[in-house]
């Protein structure tokens, strides 16, 4: 029912900015809550931020402050700008849709995955 492509990652220093896309395709996507995951190495793939379909949003307490999460049905696009990056940050972000407008269930529609790297 719904595709999810990445893309927006790349090298960026300490500090710096990177906004992050995700195309979604799917007749249902403005329903959908909608998710940014990311995974470094030699850890668990972690929550990084969602948004209901109506809007709400949530965050990561380790990100709060700092990624915003943001949607425009229009261009069936989810977006997660990035900002005051830290190298902890570093890690493939996953782009992920829920089957309803709430985060209760499972994200059960992923991306490819998009390389973020952030040096010292």
């Known amino acids: 029912q719904v595709q999810l492509v990445e893309s927006g990652g790349g090298l960026v220093q300490a500090g710096g900015s990177l906004r992050l896309s995700c195309a979604a395709s799917?007749?249902?996507?403005?329903?959908?809550?909608m998710a940014w995951y990311r995974q470094a190495p030699g850890t668990q793939r972690e929550l990084v931020a969602q948004?209901?379909?109506?809007?709400?949003?949530n965050y990561a307490d380790s990100v709060k402050g700092r990624f915003t999460i943001s949607r425009d049905n229009a261009k069936n696009t989810v977006y997660l700008q990035m900002d005051s990056l830290k190298p902890e940050g570093t890690a493939v972000y996953y782009c992920?849709?829920?089957?309803?407008?709430?985060?209760?269930?499972?994200?059960?529609?992923w991306g490819q995955g998009t390389q973020v790297t952030v040096s010292s």
């Open positions: 992920a849709a829920n089957s309803g407008a709430s985060w209760a269930g499972p994200y059960t529609y």
């Open positions: 799917g007749s249902t996507f403005k329903r959908n809550a």
């Open positions: 948004i209901s379909g109506v809007g709400i949003r």
